[in-house]
């Protein structure tokens, strides 16, 4: 199985910026596609970034709300994926979660079958 763990996250003012990571483990064989997706109180699971991991290109996709403010990258000798978050704004408060799947979908939540357990990112106005 694949164990996926997220830290970083934590309280930021609107404007600041905040780096997530999310470590990949227990299994030898990488899920072709990782992603971040973030949920806030009361809403749907949101879409964020994804990025190739299987594959050698490193194609990253970003959800409109947060192009240009935030990269998504990886470190597939580490087995690390990060989130680099900049211009925080007030509405990307919410529990970020890291997650992967097979590489067919990148987009809905139903595209990724391993989940980390989310962390805590909070904006203040």
């Known amino acids: 199985q694949v164990q996926l763990v997220e830290s970083g996250g934590g309280l930021v003012q609107a404007g600041g910026s905040l780096k997530l990571s999310c470590a990949v483990s227990?299994?030898?064989?990488?899920?072709?596609?990782m992603a971040w997706f973030r949920q806030a109180s009361g809403k749907e699971r949101e879409f964020v970034a994804a990025?190739?991991?299987?594959?050698?290109?490193?194609?990253?996709y970003y959800a409109d709300a947060v192009k240009g403010r935030f990269t998504i990258s990886r470190d597939n000798a580490k087995n690390t994926m990060t989130l680099q978050m900049n211009s925080l704004k007030p509405e990307d408060a919410a529990v970020y979660y890291c997650?992967?799947?097979?590489?067919?979908?990148?987009?809905?939540?139903?595209?990724?079958?391993?989940w980390g357990q989310g962390t805590q990112v909070t904006v203040s106005s």
């Open positions: 997650a992967g799947g097979s590489g067919w979908g990148v987009s809905r939540p139903n595209d990724y079958a391993y």
């Open positions: 990025i190739s991991w299987g594959r050698t290109d490193g194609k990253a």
């Open positions: 227990g299994r030898t064989i990488s899920p072709y596609t």
